[in-house]
Nanobody
Framework: VQLQASGGGLVQPGGSLRLSCAAS????????MAWHRQAPGKQRELVAA???????NYADSVEGRFTISRDSAKNTMYLQMNNLVPEDTAVYYC???????????????WGQGTLVTVSS
């Protein structure tokens, strides 16, 4: 199983980006999914999550600006980021709990990260 993140880039303050994270390989079921980020010199932090039971959670710093979603048919999740500010500059990582086969437990997988730079 692999997670492939994409969609990062350079954007001006106030702009928007949509990140994608596609899961591939032998997948029976995908549970919780989340986006994390790590800014230079800082620890990795949770940005947005979709718990296995449903609903969404957001960090206070992105609430109202970012939206996490998933397309189960495509095994893909997204992070729509609007009204970006320089403090959003970071490497963004996707994370998912995936069950490769029906009789397996959920395992934790991470994407390789995609860089988002917010600057004028």
């Amino acid at each position: 199983v692999q997670l492939q993140a994409s969609g990062g880039g350079l954007v001006q303050p106030g702009g928007s980006l949509r990140l994608s994270c596609a899961a591939s390989g032998t997948i029976f079921s995908i549970g919780a999914m989340a986006w994390h980020r790590q800014a230079p010199g800082k620890q990795r932090e949770l940005v947005a999550a979709m718990p296995r039971g449903g609903g969404t959670n957001y960090a206070d710093s992105v609430e109202g600006r970012f939206t996490i979603s998933r397309d189960s048919a495509k095994n893909t999740m997204y992070l729509q980021m609007n009204n970006l500010v320089p403090e959003d500059t970071a490497v963004y990582y996707c994370n998912a709990q995936i069950k490769p086969r029906g009789n397996y437990p959920f395992y934790d997988y991470w994407g390789q990260g995609t860089l988002v730079t917010v600057s004028s």
